[in-house]
C-alpha cells in the first residue's frame, strides 16, 4: 500500500511527529510513505501567515532535515519519501521553483486550493459567487497547475466537490487538465 499524502502537526490541522505518522504506516502496513505537509506559503513575505493551514517559512529547513534523516533511519523497513504540498498561485511561479529546487525533496504535489479570493474548503469565501464561475475558474487554475512544471503530482483533483455544489461548469476545461502531462522541470537529481 501506498500513501503519498499525509500531514504532520507543522501544518496546524494534524497531530503526531514525523516518526508518529511513520509508525503510523508501518503499523497499517503501509510500504511507501510520502510525507507532504503543507509548504509555507513561500509567496507571503510575513514567517507564518496561515498557521492553521500551513507550517512556518521558519520551519522549512527544519522540516526537510527532519523529514530526510528519518528515510535514511527508516530504510529497509520503510519507503519513505520526502514531499510537500504546495500552493498553486499563478504569478508566484519563480518564487515556488527557487523555495522547491532542494535537493532534500523527493517529490512535490500542486494543490488548487484557491480560485482568486475562493478557497475551495472555506465556504464563506464563496457563499456569493457564481458556481458556474468558480468551478471553471477551478479547471483553469488546475491545468494552469499541471503545464507549470513546478508539481510531479496534483493533489486531491476533485477537491471542488466538497461544497457540494452541483454544476457541469468546467467539463471541457477538466478534460484539458486531463490531458496535460505532468511533471517538473529537471532541476535536481532524481532518487
Ligand atoms: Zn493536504
Ligand atoms: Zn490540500
Known amino acids: 500500500m501506498i500513501d503519498l499524502h499525509t500531514h504532520h502537526d507543522r501544518c496546524g ?7 508518529d505518522v511513520a509508525a ?3 503499523a497499517r502496513g503501509i510500504s511507501v510513505l510520502g510525507v507532504s505537509d ?7 513575505e510575513r514567517d507564518h501567515p496561515r498557521p492553521s493551514i500551513q507550517m512556518a517559512r521558519s520551519q522549512w529547513d527544519g522540516y526537510l532535515e527532519e523529514a530526510s534523516a528519518l528515510r535514511e533511519e527508516l530504510a529497509g523497513r520503510l519507503d ?12 508566484t511561479e519563480d518564487t515556488y521553483r527557487a523555495a522547491l529546487a532542494r535537493s532534500e525533496l523527493d517529490f512535490v504535489l500542486g494543490s488548487v486550493h484557491e480560485v482568486g479570493d ?8 464563496f457563499a456569493d459567487a457564481d458556481p458556474e464561475a468558480f468551478h471553471r475558474g477551478y479547471w483553469r487554475e ?23 455544489r452541483a454544476s457541469t461548469g468546467g467539463a471541457g476545461e477538466a478534460r484539458g487538465a486531463a490531458e496535460l502531462r505532468l511533471g517538473r522541470s529537471p532541476q535536481r537529481p532524481a532518487r
Open 13 to 19: 490541522h494534524a497531530d503526531g511527529t514525523l516518526s
Open 24 to 26: 503510523w504506516a508501518e
Open 80 to 91: 519513505l519519501r520526502v514531499g510537500v504540498e504546495a500552493d498553486w498561485i499563478p504569478g
Open 118 to 125: 475562493w478557497h475551495v474548503y472555506q465556504p464563506h469565501t
Open 38 to 44: 503543507h509548504a509555507p506559503r513561500f509567496a507571503d
Open 142 to 164: 488546475l491545468a494552469a497547475a499541471a503545464g507549470s512544471g513546478l508539481f510531479d503530482v496534483i493533489a486531491h483533483l476533485d477537491a471542488i466537490r466538497v461544497p457540494g
